[in-house]
């Protein structure tokens, strides 16, 4: 089985998109056999993709020698492109934490999206959606890999936009799309440069040469100038600062797709990619601090919008955006294994607080401002606990998944200061203040949503099985999930990482100095939104600093300065190029036309329409040719094919 | 045969031809003499492929096998623009080339 799963590792995204094809073609009148359909299919993808993992996770040579096997899809003079699987640690363990939180969120689905007309077409997007994400996860080229991104876009697209009756959805829909897409043509233009000089898009092969890239004349320069057009692939896809701005709008799509799009796929695809090309990253400084920064600075600048949001899965959303920050400044600092560490732990308590508050919209008609809510916990044990334990896991309370991961990024942040990177403090401290702000924001969604006083109006009720399952799936995993990356035991740092692996003595201040944060971040929540009932204290020091509030509460005017920008800018230029079109291009077709006609009308004259002129015409033309030839220069008459004697 | 054919014979007679062929193509009114005139053309031609044949390669039939072609095509020819200038007639009463000048602006 083993074995047949690491040959046969393409399976894992056939499979969905298998499925995808059937609900399309077959299924699509019966909901119901097309959810079984979808869940069946990612089900055995899933149990393929653990026995791929569990393949490479017992095999240590994985690690230095990945398992590649490819075809060819086309090639012509000098430029081959594969196609192929490439399974490493890695690689293996995004295939299976995807695989299984596509499962859960399926499994999810099929209660919250129970009796909507659109069943059918909503599984065979997931599918898809999967697929394109499982595919993307294996493969062992660039252009790809670069093909199935694409496809995940658009699977997002059709999701984010799936309510399309919903203007605010279509509207969202739109702005993912064509956000991303900016990011990808970065990315493409990153690629184009990288076929070129080193002549493959093969992950192995590239890894091979970019670090002589100096036999292959280029300087640093432009080498950086390539890893910093890749990574803005990345900027737009896992929403980094100052492409953040579709992600938060995806919250239009339903629930379990933001669940999908921010914890397990479309989001983590950016940071996946940048891991996966760290080779190139750590060969320029310069884009790796690039990378770091961004990273860094996303994730406090989210964070500092998300303590003043009012609805639940916009809280969420600004989370990630920070969370996804977070990941990016470990690669940035050239920790693979920190990374890669976030972004799984993150994955099970992300989906699970995505999935938990589809299930309060659920319970309170999509009711969706935290304002209103109250006292939940009661009316729905299940959700409010296992809510709970994702708020736990991403402020950082140990023995929680999301404490492990954070303080392997503090450590590693803080080694790359050490080690005398300019600015390294800081980032260090942006990371911790991040940590603090990421408990408070949480915690004051948490107690104003599950605790406190219920209000009347509401009338809650816990959701089915369906979904409570996979919460509690997720809640064990966003508990126990970190365990594998303790720094007395860190079996993730052994087989996830780039270059040499991290062999960190544990920081015990470090890891108390975290915990701090973590407890001060929840206990000022508590002491602002759960000790005080009437939220009195909370609401003087949103009068008090209104002007930062309301900063905070309109996104620093993010969204309003691009549309200034569109107004102003774009549409000027439009303009511009309007008047341009209309009076210059136009003007000299159309005057190229009036030419013609001109000309005819002059030359019509010599048209008599008597044959036997014509005939002499011939006859004269004929004549002077064959004088040319026989008398006229040698250059000439060579030219006309002539043969001059 | 013998010395006394000399290849300038077969080319004066040709280019004979084929000026009168060629004044009659462009002088006649008459769209049959043109049609004749035109005719007179291709003969010189066909000469001058059979003669010169004989002086360059005279092994080879290339020349022969030429001039089959010209007839062949030739007659084709005819029959095509005599069936042109009966339809004309027919619509016109008369086959006089100065009459067919309705094809300008």
Wanted: proline share 4%; net charge neutral.
């Amino acid at each position: 089985m083993v074995d047949f799963a690491l040959t046969h590792a393409w399976l894992v995204p056939l499979l969905p998109a298998l499925a995808f094809v059937i609900i399309v073609f077959l299924t699509r009148p019966w909901p119901k056999l097309s959810g079984a359909v979808s869940i069946a299919a990612m089900f055995s993808s899933f149990v393929l993709a653990s026995s791929v993992a569990y393949g490479v996770f017992t095999n240590p040579g994985f690690i230095e020698r990945p398992l590649i096997y490819s075809l060819r899809w086309f090639g012509m003079e000098g430029f081959t492109v594969d196609v192929g699987v490439m399974l490493d640690p890695t690689s293996a363990m995004m295939l299976f934490m995807v695989s299984m939180v596509a499962t859960l969120i399926q499994i999810y689905s099929t209660g919250y999206m129970h009796g909507d007309p659109q069943y059918s077409v909503f599984f065979s997007y997931l599918s898809l959606f999967a697929a394109s994400m499982l595919g993307l996860v294996i493969s062992s080229n660039l252009l790809q890999m670069f093909i199935l991104w694409e496809l995940v876009g658009l699977c997002s697209f059709l999701l984010i936009g799936f309510y399309t009756f919903k203007i605010s959805a279509r509207e969202a829909a739109k702005k993912a799309f064509i956000t991303t897409r900016i990011g990808d043509f970065g990315m493409l233009l990153g690629l184009l440069f990288l076929q070129i000089i080193f002549g493959t898009l093969d992950l192995a092969g590239l890894a091979e040469r970019v670090p002589h890239y100096e036999q292959y004349g280029i300087s640093l320069g432009l080498l950086t100038l390539i890893a910093i057009l890749v990574f803005i692939g990345p900027i737009g896809k896992s929403g980094q600062f100052p492409l953040h701005v579709w992600l938060p709008d995806a919250m239009e799509g339903p629930t379990p797709v933001s669940a999908l799009i921010h914890a397990a796929t479309m989001v983590v695809a950016g940071v996946y990619l940048v891991g996966r090309t760290l080779f190139l990253f750590s060969e320029v400084p310069g884009a790796a601090e690039v990378i770091a920064f961004i990273g860094a600075f996303t994730a406090i600048f989210a964070a500092t919008i998300a303590i003043t949001q009012r609805e639940i899965k916009r809280i969420l959303a600004y989370s990630t955006v920070s969370q996804l920050g977070y990941m990016m400044l470990a690669l940035g600092v050239g920790s693979l294994s920190a990374g890669m560490f976030h972004l799984w732990t993150h994955a099970f308590f992300k989906a699970l607080m995505f999935l938990g508050a589809g299930s309060v919209l659920h319970a309170l008609h999509d009711k969706a401002d935290v304002w209103e809510m109250g006292g939940l916990i009661k009316k729905m044990p299940i959700t409010g606990w296992t809510f709970v334990i994702g708020g736990l896991a991403i402020a950082g309370i140990p023995p929680f998944a999301g404490f492990w991961s954070k303080d392997e990024i503090l450590v590693v942040t803080l080694e790359y200061a050490r080690q005398g990177h300019a600015l390294g403090y800081l980032l260090f401290f942006l990371a911790s203040f991040t940590a603090l702000l990421t408990a408070f924001y949480m915690w004051r969604m948490i107690f104003l949503t599950f605790f406190g006083k219920e209000k009347p109006e509401n009338h809650p009720h816990e959701s089915p099985l369906s979904m409570t399952f996979p919460l509690l799936v997720l809640a064990a995993l966003a508990a126990v999930g970190g365990l594998i990356g303790t720094p007395w035991a860190n079996v993730w740092g052994k087989w996830i990482h780039f270059g040499h692996p991290h062999h960190g003595e544990p920081n015990y201040g470090l890891m108390f100095f975290s915990v701090a944060l973590a407890v001060a971040g929840i206990g000022l929540a508590y002491r602002l939104y759960y000790q005080d009932e009437e939220k009195k204290l909370a609401k003087q020091l949103a009068e008090r600093y209104q002007p930062l509030y309301k900063l905070s509460y309109h996104k620093y005017y993010i969204d309003e300065l691009y549309q200034w920008f569109t107004r102003q800018v774009v549409d000027a230029s439009a303009a511009v190029f309007y008047w341009f079109d209309i009076h210059v291009v136009d003007n000299i077709v159309n005057g190229l036309a009036g030419a013609t006609k001109l000309s005819g009308q002059g030359l019509r004259y010599f048209h008599t329409g008597r044959i036997q002129t014509y005939a002499l015409v011939f006859f004269l033309a004929l004549l002077v040719i064959t004088v040319v030839l026989a008398f006229g220069s040698p250059t000439l008459a060579g030219s006309m094919g002539g043969v001059h004697s | 045969m013998g010395t006394a054919l000399n290849p300038s014979y077969f080319m004066v007679l040709s280019a004979a031809l084929f000026a009168i062929g060629l004044y009659g193509a462009l002088s006649r009114k008459n769209a049959i003499a043109v049609l004749i005139s035109i005719e007179i053309m291709l003969t010189a031609v066909n000469i001058n492929l059979v003669a010169i044949n004989k002086f360059l390669t005279p092994e080879a039939f290339i020349g022969q096998i030429f001039a089959i072609f010209v007839i062949t095509v030739a007659a084709a020819e005819v029959g095509l623009g005599l069936a042109i200038i009966i339809a004309i007639y027919r619509n016109r009463h008369t086959v006089d080339l100065d009459d067919f000048n309705w094809m300008k602006w």
